[in-house]
């Protein structure tokens, strides 16, 4: 794999104050634009199957999720520190520490992906390590996010280490710098300000694996998350919402506040879960509930439901799988059908796409999440019998594909984009609406507080503004 040539894109950086900002002064919540190295539409569907198999096979004593060099990720571009320096992250909603590769290193392999850059501590001003003694570290010690050398010896610095599935792990230690961001004013006249905060994150100057960014960036909903270091702060609030794009070049948004838009539904967070677990009630197709074992739904530490930024597709236990399936491919005799690496392949018309029907999750107090055609096939190719014909793939599969979750569904990137996303910490709930996201790389809008009826995404009491930028999308060569 190669990095083909920078490609420019418009992409959109939006800022929110939600309405505990405008009652009580907070600072506007940032945003960060995301791209993504491949869309689901330009890779290979065997390709997002093993990505995923990988990302997410079990590794005992290994809590998280995993971290691979593959096409497929989201990353956000960060500034760090004094002089300001850009840095590639990569976001996932399915752990919480974020790191950096760090110079010195003598164990960092450099990504062959993207632009690799090495953050330095020494070259910041505002840069300053982290103690053992400082309450950050004692706090992170009690969840295993932290270690100390035993008392008496010469290091006090606050190390950590961290192993993800795939063969990759990370160690260093602790520093604390400023992170900048772009802000808007209460006032649609006002332009964008640049406005910062300290954050903590693990400075790695041992890393083993391939890895396409320079770092890590955890949105999960434990601490030392970045989220609920800057919501401690004030600067935003316990929650961030996202909205991925199914645009061929990918990529999307993530606010760092919470999106309120017309018609969003809530389902509560499963709290004794460590990722976003939700709790999935039944299926219905096309309006119609698929008959389904609901003991298949129930949550526990071996099955339930999660969703993760990090899945490429979606994953269902067979108890489930099978019913859905057959029912999504009662299609039209003019379409054929058959069984490629596991999942369902139909030849057809390009027209014919609006004959399959659409899969409808419902969650806790009744919230539905519908997802049409458009979302779950896959183009796989062209026919080689007729030019009008394509091959589409659906893009669920069984969750026995990945080793240790058997009977645990997993909703990833194929169910996530095209809607608005909420990960409501404060109030432990996840919501969600329909949202065309390639809207916010065209459009540029102020919503003033009040204005919740515009065709674009608004925000309860306080402001919304979106900034239109140029930016450069990495698209990685297969």
């Known amino acids: 794999m190669k990095p083909a040539a920078r490609v420019p894109a418009v992409a959109v ?21 995301l791209h993504r190295t491949v869309p689901l539409s330009a890779a290979r569907l065997d390709h997002l199957q093993e990505l995923d198999r ?36 990569q976001f996932d909603t399915g752990s919480n520490l974020m790191w950096l590769r760090c110079s010195p290193c003598t164990d960092c392999p450099l990504s062959a992906q993207l632009d690799a850059s090495l953050y330095s501590p020494s070259n910041s001003s505002t840069s300053s390590n982290i103690s053992c003694s400082d309450d950050f570290c004692k706090d992170a010690l009690k969840t295993g996010h932290s270690i100390c050398q035993a008392s008496g010896t010469t290091s006090n610095q606050c190390g950590y280490s961290q192993a993800y599935a795939g063969e990759t792990s990370t160690e260093g230690y602790y520093v604390s710098d400023v992170m900048h961001f772009d802000t808007v004013m209460e006032n649609e006249n006002e332009s964008a300000t640049v406005s910062s905060a300290s954050v903590i994150f693990g400075c790695s100057n041992s890393l083993s694996g391939q890895v396409q960014t320079d770092g890590f960036m955890g949105f999960g909903k434990d601490a030392p998350s970045v989220i609920l270091q800057l919501s401690s702060q004030g600067v935003s ?30 389902t509560p967070l499963v709290q004794s879960q460590p990722r976003y677990n939700l709790n999935m009630k039944s299926i219905a197709v096309n309006g119609q509930k698929v008959p389904i074992n609901s003991s298949l739904f129930t949550t526990s530490k071996t099955q339930g439901t999660f969703v993760d930024s990090g899945a490429a597709l979606a994953y269902f236990p067979d108890g489930v799988y099978d019913p859905v399936i057959k029912i999504v491919s009662a299609v039209p005799y003019s379409i054929r059908n058959y069984v490629m690496s596991g999942s369902r392949c139909f030849i057809c018309s390009k027209r014919n796409v609006s004959s399959f029907p659409n899969v409808t999750l419902y969650f806790e107090g009744g919230a539905p999440m519908t997802v049409g055609p458009e979302s779950y096939l896959l183009l796989k190719g062209g026919s080689a019998r007729h030019q009008n ?3 589409l793939c659906i893009g669920f599969l069984r969750s026995k594909e990945i080793e240790g979750y058997e009977h645990t569904t997993v909703l990833g990137d194929l169910i996530l984009h095209d809607k608005v996303f909420v990960y409501d910490l404060e109030k432990t709930r996840i919501g969600w609406v329909n949202y065309n996201c390639s809207l916010l790389s065209k459009t540029s809008v102020v919503v003033s507080s009040g204005s919740s009826m515009r065709h674009t995404p608004s925000y309860c009491s306080g402001l919304v503004a979106i900034v239109v930028a140029i930016i450069h999308s990495n698209i990685i060569t297969l």
């Open 389 to 391: 014909e394509v091959i």
């Open 13 to 33: 950086l939006l800022a929110a104050a939600v309405a505990a900002a405008a009652v009580s002064g907070t600072a506007p919540a940032p945003a960060l634009t």
């Open 54 to 89: 990988v990302r997410l096979s079990r590794r005992v004593g290994v809590p998280e999720f995993g971290l691979l060099g593959m096409p497929g990720i989201y990353y956000t571009r960060v500034t760090l520190g004094n002089p300001p320096k850009q840095y590639s992250l």
């Open 237 to 266: 609030p316990k929650a961030f919402s996202h909205c991925l794009t199914s645009l061929d070049d990918g990529g999307g948004i993530v606010v760092l506040g919470e999106v309120v838009e017309p018609g969003i539904v809530f």
